[in-house]
């Protein structure tokens, strides 16, 4: 089952419904995160900056953002999502797929044609979800180590 | 990574059944349509009905039904009836104290393992399917939107 929702650029007014989407950062963390977020990718007029919400009856029921970088890490421009976020009781509408679908429009016509995430490899669901939007494992190995 | 036969004859025969969860194929069927052994993949298909993930229908015209989850069974989730997934060194006496040469090729096949699993942990049936019929349309020479990663 699909549930049509219509997927609007994000606006100031849209960062309690954001916040409360949101399962990731921490409570505290939140408003203060949150804020720089809007700052950075709603109230600016960039087009390679994308942050949208789905709307279903005028309630915010999930959100994408995304951006192009380019040249980090020597990779010519490409497109990232880096949030994704569909309320609890609205999952399996195809809510996320049409979120995904519209930024890789806006990314694609920002120039790109690569788009690229990030997903914890613990977190099968997220990346369950991510495969089946045809995303397979790309060029670039993240490495990391313990430093303290 | 080289998947054993009982894995590889127990994923095509998994996703043959899924791609139509009304449809019941006999042991000989699948065999037959994919070139396998049916001696061996009767003992598979016993396995994944123990499983939970396909069941046996029994009288004329019976055979098997897929009944698992399309979107939840990873191919993971199939291979580990069978297999384990884990790189096998020949070092019988290796222990904590043991060769720190032997400790890092072990490390090392250990990280390879860990990808292996967490690419295979995250293809659902239901993805492996789309994909599966996108490759189709293309050898078809049928048109369709996105694609599949060779």
């Not at chain 1, 100031?12 to 921490?26: H, K, M």
């Not at chain 2, 290796?94 to 699993?117: A, F, M, Q």
């Amino acid at each position: 089952m699909k549930e049509q929702v219509s997927i609007r650029d994000a606006v100031a007014s849209d960062l309690d419904a954001v916040i409360s989407l949101d399962q990731w950062a921490p409570q505290d963390a939140k408003p203060d995160y949150w804020s720089s977020v809007f700052d950075h990718y709603v109230r600016r007029d960039k087009t390679d900056r994308l942050f949208l919400v789905a709307e279903s009856g005028n309630v915010v029921v999930g959100f994408i953002i995304g951006e192009v970088r380019a040249w980090e890490f020597g990779s010519p421009p490409c497109g990232w999502v880096f949030a994704l976020a569909v309320s609890s009781e609205r999952r399996q509408l195809g809510i996320g797929q049409q979120l995904f679908e519209e930024i890789s429009n806006r990314l694609k016509q920002a120039g790109v044609t690569t788009v690229r995430t990030m997903v914890d490899r613990d977190d099968k669901l997220t990346l369950s979800f991510f495969r089946g939007l045809g995303l397979c494992t790309g060029k670039y190995l993240e490495l990391e180590k313990q430093i303290d | 990574m080289k998947l054993n036969k009982a894995s590889l004859f127990a994923l095509i025969a998994v996703l043959e059944l899924a791609g139509d969860t009304e449809k019941q194929l006999s042991t000989t069927d699948i065999a037959q349509k994919h070139g396998i052994s049916t001696h061996h993949l009767a003992k598979i298909m016993r396995n994944l009905t123990h499983a939970g993930l396909v069941q046996a229908v029994r009288g004329a015209g019976g055979g098997y039904r897929f009944s698992g989850n399309v979107r939840r069974t990873t191919l993971l989730d199939v291979i580990q009836l069978f297999e384990t997934l884990e790189s096998e060194l020949d070092v019988p006496h290796w222990g904590s104290d043991g060769d720190p040469i032997i400790g890092e090729l072990l490390s090392i096949t250990s990280e390879i393992d860990n990808l292996t699993k967490a690419v295979l942990d995250t293809i659902t049936l239901a993805t492996a399917l789309k994909n599966t019929r996108i490759r189709a349309e293309l050898q078809t020479g049928q048109t369709s939107p996105g694609g599949v990663a060779s």
